[in-house]
């Protein structure tokens, strides 16, 4: 704190000016230091200079005279208080300058509280700038919170809004009608009558209220968390409502999407339970219709009439079974991407692949677009990716039949954000998602579709392939106007390197029979993989892993092993475990066979193991290749 009150005197009489000094020196309260000056233009220039605690002007000066000199001073020292004299029995002018910004006024000849009358403009001043500072900082925490804050004097009907509540409904202070009904008519016409409902069960009850509403920001509807909190009078009597308004439109976005990362979470796990127990039927009867078939064209020759009958039938069957075996792998796609190669690749090429697949179904419902601008590269597998701009293109041709729309278009949009993010927007100018579907929209199996045209897993597997890949995919929708889905993708971390090792299945020609042991709790994959294998080697079985530890330590050994990784008493995992512990030269010659590894340990252990693997249902003539590779 200052050891002295710099004053400031201009006051042109010489005498007043060393009475002035003499009672400030005698004073009881506080230590003062006068500088004094006779004139306005020379009190602008020390002003310039500094170090000015509080000012002393006489109104009456050889350059300036009256309240004039106040404002003239006023503008030379906004920040500094500013005490005017007056002339005995003036007070009319003292007043005059309260009114004009002044902090206090002294009479001339009365001088017991001169120096009171300066230390508490001195004061009122450093309370002020304390006041100044917290509302700065107050605005300032509004706007970073998006909270603003309101009253509304019940009996003047008289509403008061902060400035950041002004921003939050995008309101010109010059156009708000202050009042209640003023506040109502800024709420979203749908909104108004429950707020008004909340507003006044407040009001009878004497409770506090929160709730959310909705307004209209330039033409953006924006979610808002309202409180308030009733002041009533000493008779109970509602006299005011305080309250606050907070801008949560960002955060209930946010909820949204952990909402529907949860959803999609829960689904995965869904998915590769049902994807595992699907398909371990599945490779039993694939690989049964492809041996009947087999064993039925060796012996067509000289065969009944019926039997190009029987033929076809199996192809059908055939053909059923391998669309199952589609569906569930793209189920499977919820819980992790299935064995993948992911390389930098371009996206422009894979778009222009997506577009030659759909083409024809485009082509005869709308114009196709292509905005090309630079993407960085991707770390993708390319054929996922053409899969998720596959399904958007789709969706957006059915959405523009949907409007028949005079000038059908579909704009393809590529871009890079500012994170350096490859952006591929997929536009239509169709009906738009009905609001009643918007949260549901990658929600797997549902569909606004007629039954048959789809099965309701397009965008959800969208979803589940981008994120995935480390990257987001969004939508807007206007009704009537059209809708645009937003895909982005990091860009590719240039190591060279794939991030999941590619699996190439070699076929070899030739080679001798071995012995194969399969490992597997299903009878029917047992008997369906002797029947694939049984004919060039010799094929032992296991129902779970301590059978086949049996055997390891009983010293059989055998040059593959096929092994499940899911199965009751000790599964794959367990198995390998104690093979590598216990008969190590054997470790090596395992193939895990695999339905969907849906459990955590079960994934991590697949991705850091280099054994070659293969997935139900099986190709048998793959299964065939790598077994005869595998045996040398």
Not at 70 to 77: E, I, S, V, Y
Not at 161 to 185: A, C, H, N
Not at 243 to 257: A, H, N, P, S
Request: charged share 25%; net charge negative.
């Amino acid at each position: 704190m200052k050891e002295f009150i710099h004053v400031l005197l201009v006051e042109d009489d010489a005498m007043w000016v060393t009475l002035f000094r003499r009672t400030l020196a005698k004073a009881s309260v506080g230590r003062f230091e006068v500088d004094a000056v006779d004139r306005m233009s020379t009190a602008v220039q020390r002003i310039e200079g500094g170090d000015i605690d509080v000012i002393v002007l006489d109104l009456a000066l050889p350059d300036s005279f009256g309240v004039g000199t106040l404002k003239t001073m006023r503008q030379a020292a906004p920040t500094i208080p500013i005490v005017v004299l007056t002339g005995q029995d003036d007070d009319r002018v003292g007043l005059q300058a309260l009114n004009e910004g002044a902090h206090d006024y002294l009479v001339k000849g009365e001088d017991r509280a001169m120096a009171r009358s300066l230390l508490f403009a001195v004061e009122r001043r450093r309370l002020q700038e304390a006041l100044r500072r917290r509302d700065a900082l107050l605005a300032e925490a509004e706007q970073i919170a998006q909270l603003g804050s309101y009253e509304w004097d019940i009996a003047a009907d008289q509403v008061t809004w902060s400035d950041e509540l002004f921003r939050i409904f995008g309101v010109d202070k010059s156009g708000f009608k202050p009042t209640y009904q003023g506040f109502l008519d800024a709420i979203h016409p749908d909104d108004r009558e429950r707020v008004d409902q909340n507003v006044q069960a407040s009001l009878r009850s004497r409770q506090p209220s929160e709730f959310e509403h909705r307004i209209v920001r330039g033409g953006e509807v924006r979610t808002l968390h309202a409180r308030g909190r009733v002041v009533v009078d000493d008779a109970g009597r509602p006299t005011r409502l305080t309250g606050t308004g907070q801008d949560v439109t960002e955060r209930k976005k946010l909820e949204e999407k952990l909402l529907l990362a949860g959803r999609m979470s829960s689904v995965g796990t869904l998915a590769a339970g049902v994807a595992h127990e699907i398909n371990n039927p599945l490779a039993y009867v694939v690989a049964n219709l492809e041996f009947v078939g087999r064993e039925l064209r060796a012996g067509a020759a000289g065969s009944p009439p019926g039997l190009s009958d029987v033929l076809e039938a199996l192809d059908e069957a055939q053909h059923g079974a391998d669309r199952i075996r589609r569906i569930v792998s793209g189920v499977k796609t919820f819980s992790r991407a299935d064995e993948e190669r992911r390389v930098p690749v371009e996206v422009k090429p894979v778009i222009e692949l997506s577009i030659q697949l759909v083409e024809s179904q485009i082509r005869h419902r709308a114009s196709l677009v292509r905005e090309y601008g630079p993407t960085p590269l991707v770390d993708a597998d390319e054929s996922r990716l053409s899969q998720v701009f596959v399904n958007l293109l789709i969706n957006a041709a059915q959405a523009i039949t949907d409007r028949k729309s005079d000038d059908p278009e579909i704009r393809i949009v590529t871009s890079t954000d500012d994170h350096g993010c490859a952006i591929i927007e997929v536009r239509d100018n169709g009906p738009g998602i009905a609001e009643a579907n918007r949260s549901r929209i990658f929600d797997p199996f549902f569909t606004t579709k007629a039954v048959g045209v789809g099965t309701g897993l397009g965008l959800s597997i969208c979803h589940g392939i981008v994120t995935t890949h480390g990257g987001e995919i969004t939508f807007e929708t206007v009704s009537g106007l059209g809708t645009s889905f937003r895909v982005m993708l990091p860009p590719a971390r240039l190591d060279g390197a794939p991030r999941v090792a590619e699996r190439a299945i070699v076929r070899v020609p030739g080679g001798r029979r071995g012995r194969v042991l399969v490992v597997d709790d299903e009878p029917m994959v047992v008997s369906a993989i002797r029947r694939i294998l049984g004919g060039d080697h010799e094929i032992t079985a296991a129902s779970n892993g301590v059978e086949a530890m049996e055997r390891f330590l009983a010293g059989e050994r055998f040059d593959v092993v096929l092994c499940d990784v899911m199965m009751p008493v000790m599964d794959g995992i367990q198995l390998y475990d104690k093979i590598a512990q216990f008969a190590p030269d054997q470790a090596d010659k395992i193939v895990f066979i695999t339905g969907g590894a849906y459990t955590p340990p079960a994934r991590a252990f697949l991705d850091r193991m280099p054994h070659p693997r293969t997935e139900k249902p099986f190709n048998a003539a793959n299964l065939r290749g790598l077994v005869r590779r595998l045996v040398r």
